[in-house]
């Protein structure tokens, strides 16, 4: 039975006449008639009774009428889903994102921002490590990820770089650095200090920038203690068994056990804040994502560059 029969034949119902049926559909009173006795012939019912001034359903054609309008009506509700999926307003997204990036606040206001403009799309979020966020997001298991320092090169994959922010030292309070007058560190100043850092693993690209920027400032980091995550490193900081660099985002965390203190230069360190996703074709919604957060990502630096 070919839908257009069954549009016809509604038509003809609601209207219950043919030629203000023919009328409604934009086609002529003859080629609909001859429609409607198709149907009537396919199904081996009559479904109007020919009246002198129209026609009126039968009980076989009220029991169609029925079945007709849910029959469209669910045809046109999954034209519309899957027009609304094509345009990325339905649909899954899974989102990851490292420890450290959801206190930044760019982070959960992208978050909130893309859930409100985009209530028919269901968002998982799943935390990691960049390492491998970037490799879950290769193998097409999550479609985005907000990750931290360097992204080692990955077929199918990009990251766009967002923005960056100041790293800090943490120390607990009760380290001898912990009240310095406002004066800025500088990363000599815990060449002799036990460094608690998180595994290079979960994280290479921050991890080798901090060692990095220890060597440029002439020593070599003690190692005391590693964390398998950024945040719990400073779980390890505020029970004192060493110091840590942190985003300067972070810095909001255990402030009663931890005192964090800027860094100066001539080593000043910076964590970049980026989103991979495949640089392949991908979902609309992950489409949708990606040009909101580049989006709102370029106006922010514009806007502190306009200080």
Known sequence: MDLRHLRYFVAVAEEGHVTRAAERLGIQQPPLSQQIKALEAELEVQLFRRKPRGVELTEAGEGLLVDARRILGDVEGALTRVRRTARGELGRLTVGFTPSAPFHPFVPRI??????????????????????????????????AFVRGSVAASEGVVAYALLEEPMVAALPATHRLASGGGHRLVLADLAAEPFVLYRRSSGPGLYDAIVGACHAAGFAPRMAQEAPRITATLNLIAAGLGVTVVPQSLSGQQAEDIVYRPLAAPVALVAPLKLACRNLEHAAAARNFVALVRGEASKLGKARKGR
């Open 111 to 144: 978050l909130r921002d893309f859930r409100a403009a985009n209530p028919g799309v269901s968002m998982t979020l799943q935390e990691g490590g960049s390492s491998e966020l970037v490799a879950d997001v290769g193998a097409d298991r999550i479609d985005v």
